[in-house]
């Protein structure tokens, strides 16, 4: 049985992983965290009585083995610190680390013994777009992205667009975007290493990418959506025993399917 913490449990996936750890019997949700909750109004959050609830990183005491954070890009650093330094395996699906973020929590898994993993996307679909990108762009590398997302997205551009850029630069190298006049600021995106970037947010959508590749007299669009947020559950079922079981601390879904 592998004992979880859900970090964000109050949120949308926070919700969600504990409908699914509740609903495997290989897991065991033993404690919740999510700072401003009243612990005396938790009902119907899918807590049962064996549950701690925590509204503070300083007063979190679990036996938990396995740390699944869904909060936001401001704290999941702290969080994911604070798991592997009190030797709990992360398994991170929050948005929004910088590459220097990700290696610094690395090194100190790394320096623990203390494995785990990061994914920008649970989503199955998500994971084979970026595959699918990877292996386009090594014969059409003229190629820009476009990511939808629900209006209360904190971040842009989402982690799966970063995650997806940098697997495409790993190919083709960088390589400038054509240069356009803007008249109006930032119409053409943001820019990684040549490979521009749009981000929507706008209510009704989940999530959800394009990648479009353009070459002479012919283009190639590679789209994923995840409609529901149930659909990124199968991954994170995954992740919670591989994350259990690891010493090193693993970015990307791929790397354990
Ligand atoms: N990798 C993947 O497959 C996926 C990743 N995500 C990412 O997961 C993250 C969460 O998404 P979502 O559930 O939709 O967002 P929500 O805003 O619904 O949930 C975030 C939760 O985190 C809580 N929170 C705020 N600060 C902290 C903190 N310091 N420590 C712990 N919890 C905190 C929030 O509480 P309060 O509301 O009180 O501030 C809220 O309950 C985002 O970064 C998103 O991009 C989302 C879907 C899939
Ligand atoms: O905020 C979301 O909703 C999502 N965030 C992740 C991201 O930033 O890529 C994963 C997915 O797109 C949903």
Known sequence: ??????????????????????E????????????????????????????????????I?????????????????????FAIEHGIHPVVGTSGMTT???NQLQDLAAQKHVGGIIAPNFGL????????AKEAAKYMPDVEIIEMHHDDKLDAPSGTAMSTAQMISEVRGDKPAPKSEESLKGVRGGDYHGIKIHAVRLPGYVAHEQVLFGGKGEALTIRQD?????????????????AAKATDLIFGLENIL
């Open 100 to 102: 220097d973020q990700v």
């Open 226 to 242: 995840s409609f529901d947020r149930g659909s990124f559950m199968n991954g994170v079922k995954l992740a919670i025993p591989a």
């Open 1 to 22: 049985m592998i004992k979880v913490l859900v970090a964000g449990f109050m949120g949308s996936m926070g919700q969600k992983t504990v409908q699914m750890v509740n």
């Open 24 to 59: 495997n019997d290989d897991f065991e949700l033993v404690g919740a965290y999510n700072p401003g909750i009243d612990v005396a109004h938790m009902q119907g959050m899918g807590l049962s009585n064996n549950v701690k609830l925590f509204s503070s990183l300083d007063d």
């Open 61 to 81: 005491e679990t036996d938990a083995d396995v740390w699944v954070d869904f909060t936001i890009p401001s704290a999941v650093f702290g969080n994911v610190k």
């Open 125 to 132: 679909s998500a994971v084979l777009l970026m595959k699918f």
